[in-house]
């Protein structure tokens, strides 16, 4: 087996090997050159202690001297470079109490969470798989280094790591691993919502975002997104639906791009059902309102698993619009961009197309045909710079008060009927009109 090293590594490989240190490419890089994939970052393990590193290199930064990783500066690239190392006991199913420096690859590479992990690999000593990584890599199989339970009980993010490497390469999770996933899912409990969203977004963003059903199956969405749990297996009874909520909600982050935002939207965008499920009078189950209460538990999830507030913001109010429907017309379009809002209106429509592309295929043709329209003519109303906000007008604020209009709430008011108007009617888009609009639109509020 040999991998193409990138120059730079092979360069701190090397000196640290004239300095008479070990020195190895491990982890993703290995798993992912094997796999013909271009790894993310090329991590490097080396008995050198940091201080050692760091004297031998001129440009270091200190990343983590503690857990022996110093990063090496070769020109505008970094490259961290970690120490042979040996975890010591774990506190709380997550920090390791210390660690401690070791001379032993092998100790180094049992500490790691799964056997595709667990590869090392220089020029000089070829491949050091003492775990059967390369085997696992075959059988496209994700399996713990040593006992499963263990591992988990040391560090219980792996648990989800598991899903999210499952997912990223479309590998099987071995059974034992499995087992001992489920077992342990409540130690999720005890890991930081930050490393979670991690590995979330992580798994939502690979080629099978589907496989959160995966976490479901084992017990582990329970812990950290019982949001999800509550969809599983809900009956929609509708001829547009020919799935369950949660089938439906797979298929629709399948169909949208694997950016963060559109996929954290799709995961959650229907969450509101399980909520909102009532039968009327005539039998029919309806979801009232659904959007809107999918939108609110989405703001409380996002914000319990600490995502910023850009992030937190946009996804709620792509899911707080994601079943709006107007009609293929310009004002019905310009009045849709309004409520939406331009920043998002692009995200919007590929968010109604995801949704709509896990739907009864006997409703998607003339669904996209539809969207399609409304695309067009997103583009058209961009293009010719209509006015859909307050901030298109031809007058503003000043405008008015100059114009012999009252100060106050009353004046946001007009202005803000004055964009109606001009939603419905681009011909009244000029100062003069709109300065007389808006002085009848007073008379009328003080008789
Ligand atoms: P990515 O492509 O996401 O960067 P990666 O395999 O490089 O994948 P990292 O999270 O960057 O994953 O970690 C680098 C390496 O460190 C892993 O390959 C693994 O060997 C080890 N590792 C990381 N996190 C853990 C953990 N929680 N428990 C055990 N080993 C871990
Ligand atoms: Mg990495």
Known sequence: MTIQIPEKVAFIIGELYKNGYEAFAVGGCVRDSILG????????????????????????????????????????????????RVDGAYE?????????????????LKRRDFTINAMAYNEQAGLVDIFGGLKDIKSRMIRCVGNAGERFDEDALRILRAVRFSAQLGFDIDEQTCEAMTSKADH??????????????????????????????????????????????????????????????????????????????MLMHDFGKSKTKKT????????????????????RILRRLKFDNDTTDKVTRLIRWHSMKYNPEPASARRAINRVGRDIFEDFLKVQTADLLAKSPDII???????????????????????????????????????????????GKILEQLTEAVIDDQALNTKEQLIQKALDMEEKIKD
């Open 188 to 265: 999720l409990k005890n890991i930081s919502a930050e490393r979670i969203q991690t590995e979330l977004v992580k798994l939502l963003v690979s080629d099978h975002p589907e496989y959160i059903d995966k976490a479901f199956k084992l017990g582990l969405t329970n812990v950290f997104l019982p949001e999800y749990d509550a969809i599983a297996g809900l009956e929609t009874h509708s001829p547009k639906h020919i799935y369950t909520v949660d089938v439906h909600t797979q298929k629709a982050l399948q169909a949208v791009e694997a950016v963060p935002a559109l996929r954290l939207a």
């Open 280 to 299: 009327d009078s005539d039998g029919r189950t309806t979801f009232k309102n659904h959007a809107q209460v999918s939108a609110e538990m989405a703001r």
């Open 37 to 84: 994939r271009t790894p993310q970052d090329w991590d490097i393990t080396t008995s050198a202690k940091p201080l050692e590193v760091k004297k031998i290199f001129g440009r270091t930064i200190d990343t983590g001297l503690k857990h022996g990783t110093v990063t090496v500066m070769l020109d505008k690239e970094g490259f961290e470079v970690t120490t042979y």
């Open 92 to 108: 709380d199913n997550r920090h390791p109490k210390d660690v401690s420096f070791t001379s032993d690859l092998e100790e180094d």
């Open 365 to 411: 043709e003339d669904g996209l045909k539809l969207l399609k329209e409304k695309e067009l003519l997103y583009r058209q109303i961009i293009d010719e710079g209509q006015c859909f906000e307050i901030k298109m007008l031809a007058v503003n604020g000043r405008d008015l008060i100059q114009a012999g209009l009252k100060e106050g709430p009353m004046l």
